[in-house]
């Protein structure tokens, strides 16, 4: 049964209007596993909020909090109101927070038992009778990938006859291959791969979503978009946080599969992929796939890793990696990682990517930075080759959203001198809107049944290989950490890695 979706908000703006509403999903309960995490607080329900502001939820609609933190409905209100606030996109408005928190449940549970899953199938029941959710429950899994496997096994088990079932699986997604493996094989014993959402939040942002529009919805680019054209592609994800807390966590993680094994092949392979024949979930996963397994391997001397040391970010002192709180004063965990990549295939043989992602770094950015060939002749009498920069389309995921065009314009006056001019598309001056979170588009996404911007079995697996042929040779040696300054650019390393091919990082 669909229902109508109210689209005031959207038509307030008047650059917003002529934009398509998509079909209202299906009534539901939402179950999150891990309701007492952080994600939950800041991330999960802050979404939620939002698309409840947007009247996007269906008007039949519950939300079931799980986690073994003994907590009543009330207080887990009061938890989830907090964090609405303090890390909400949107105003606080008491009505549309009122509509939520009358169809919010909390159920205190340990995984492994049985008992605490028909509690929750009594509370889903409740809210069936209550709210007209008919049996539809899309189940959250915010838990570590240790819990997945009994969740998945007492949902599999207790699962409604009467509406459909879903999964959405977070990150980490296994820690290598084999128990990625073993991850999608527990899934796939319970479930339909149809009915698995594994989550990698960069899917949706709206500027990585961006560059498929930009690629596949303009003429221009394609024909210039590969090895004849492209002379390399840059791709940045750093952040001037640290590890905030979660030491446990990153401590076994690293920044290789916390965000290169993840959200940074993700957008490697939106960046490389062939036009999908259409949008559905499978064309444009197919498309990925493929650059994912036509990626080469890197050599050792081809990845570099690092981990910060004390500096100054954003003109505040902060600690060494070793020195935060939980850390192993000796760790060798890094914290940044920078490789050399090739997709081999016919559009992009022997067109380097170069990717880099770290933490404390001088400040947070994620751009897809594709630099062009230089112009082949300066035909001006007072240029030299020397003074004609490359041509750079920056696609800039966060901040300063946007799409930004680099060329050469002659500066005004007498003689021929040139200057790197930027034409920008910037989103706030274009559509004069927020940007919705993630979170808000995965989510719904997935009340829709829409599994286009989830990750796929094939794509985790080819992933995980990549990042275990790393992994095995950082083994054979101990780096000599920490190789970087907090509030810098990374190691020295880093910088090598591009000048021995003639080339540099992008500043900023
Ligand atoms: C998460 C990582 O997946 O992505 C974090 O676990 C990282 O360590 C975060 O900070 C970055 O996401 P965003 O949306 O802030 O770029």
Excluded at 263 to 277: F, G, N, S, Y
Excluded at 425 to 451: H, S, V
């Amino acid at each position: 049964m669909t229902e109508t979706v109210q689209p005031e908000l959207q038509h307030e703006n008047p650059l917003m209007e002529g934009l398509k509403l998509r079909r209202a999903p299906d009534p539901c309960a939402l179950v999150i596993f891990g309701a007492s995490g952080d994600l939950t607080k800041r991330k999960l329900f802050p979404a939620l909020y939002s698309l409840a502001l947007r009247k996007l939820l269906p008007s039949r609609f519950g939300v079931v909090g799980a986690a073994r933190t003994e907590e009543t409905d009330d207080d887990f209100r009061e938890r989830m109101k907090a964090g609405v606030q303090e890390f909400g996109r949107d105003p606080f408005n008491q009505e549309t927070w009122d509509w939520l928190a009358e169809r919010m449940r909390y159920v205190a549970l340990d995984f492994a038992d049985e008992t605490g899953q028909l509690e929750i199938v009594k509370v889903l029941n409740e809210l069936d009778d209550k709210q007209g959710t008919s049996g539809n429950r899309l189940y959250y899994l915010a838990v570590p990938p240790s819990a997945i496997a009994t969740i998945v096994k007492e949902v599999g088990e207790h699962r409604s006859t009467d509406g459909w079932t879903r999964l959405i699986v977070e990150k980490p997604f296994g820690r290598d291959l084999e128990s990625a493996k073993a991850l999608n094989a527990e899934l796939l014993e319970n479930f339909n791969e149809s009915e698995i959402f594994r989550i990698d939040h960069y899917l949706g942002k709206e500027t990585v979503q961006n560059l498929l529009a930009l690629r596949f919805a303009n003429g221009i680019f394609e024909p210039i978009w590969n090895r004849q054209f492209v002379d390399h592609v840059q791709i940045t994800v750093a952040e001037s946080i640290g590890i905030e807390g979660r030491a446990a966590f990153y401590e076994q993680a690293g920044a290789i599969r916390d965000v290169f094994q993840n959200h940074m092949l993700q957008l490697v392979a939106l960046t490389a992929m062939e036009p999908p024949i259409d949008f559905t979930a499978d064309s444009v996963r197919n498309e990925k796939v493929k650059v994912l397994r036509a990626m080469h391997t890197p050599g050792p001397k081809h990845v570099v890793r690092g981990q910060y040391g004390r500096g100054y970010v954003e003109g505040e002192e902060v600690p060494a990696y070793r020195e935060e709180p939980g850390v192993d004063p000796n760790s060798l965990t890094e914290t940044y990682v920078s490789a050399k990549l090739y997709v081999d295939n016919w559009r992009w043989a022997d067109t380097p990517f170069y990717v880099r992602a770290g933490k404390r770094l001088a400040r947070r950015e994620t751009t897809i930075a594709i630099e062009f060939k230089r112009a082949p002749h300066p035909p001006f009498e007072d240029v030299g080759e020397g003074d004609l920069q490359p041509n750079v389309l920056v696609c800039h995921i966060q901040p300063d959203e946007g799409v930004s065009l680099e060329f050469a314009a002659k500066v005004p006056g007498q003689g021929l001198t040139l200057r790197t001019v930027h034409m920008d598309f910037l989103y706030g001056g274009a559509f004069r809107t927020g940007i919705p979170e993630a979170y808000e588009r995965l989510i719904l996404d997935c009340l829709l049944g829409d599994a286009t911007l989830f990750t796929r079995a094939d794509e985790v697996e080819e992933q995980w290989s990549l990042v275990d042929t790393i992994v095995a040779f950082w083994k054979r040696d101990r780096p000599a950490f920490p190789n970087y300054e907090a509030g810098t650019w990374g190691p020295s390393g880093a910088d090598d890695l591009m000048r021995r091919d003639g080339r540099a990082w992008r500043r900023h």
